[in-house]
């Protein structure tokens, strides 16, 4: 179990845009890039994901680009991980592991769902405490 490249990208250009709320800078597209080193076109669509998802707005003109909808404090890691990438595990899994039909042939009798439901279980805890604040700060 790993995080995807939009996971990981989506995260740290948000830490990015909440380094600027305190003072309401607005972060463009070109300067995330430049700051995490991700090119403008992955930094465009991540920054358009988590527009769509509400927790960015975007400004236009001289003074523009994108700003958080709320405090950092007040935006979960979860949520975060859960617009850019999905879960873990999903509760319609098996409807989408079939090889021949579209059903897994395990969905009345599964021995690992439980399993899958346990680590998200595990995973969505550990991540509903945890905010953008604190992670831009360094979780210890």
């Not at 958080?68 to 409807?95: F, Q, W």
């Not at 998200?120 to 360094?138: H, P, V």
Request: glycine letters at 10%; hydrophobic letters at 40%.
């Amino acid at each position: 179990m790993k995080l995807n490249m939009q996971e990981e990208y989506g995260l740290r250009c948000m830490i990015v845009i909440a380094s600027g709320y305190e003072n309401k800078k607005a972060f463009t597209i070109p300067e995330i890039s430049q700051k995490e080193e991700i090119s403008e076109p992955t930094v465009a669509k991540i920054l358009r994901i988590l527009r769509m998802g509400g927790f960015l707005k975007s400004e236009r003109g001289h003074l523009g680009g994108y700003i958080l909808t709320k405090s950092p404090r007040e935006i979960l890691v979860a949520d975060l991980l859960h617009i850019l990438g999905g879960k873990l595990y999903e509760d319609n899994m098996c409807e989408k592991l079939g090889a021949i039909s579209d059903l897994c042939v395990h969905i009345k009798n599964c021995k690992v769902r439980g399993l899958w439901q346990i680590l998200q279980d595990a995973i969505d805890t550990a991540l509903k405490g945890i905010t953008l604040e604190e992670l831009s700060t360094g979780i210890k």
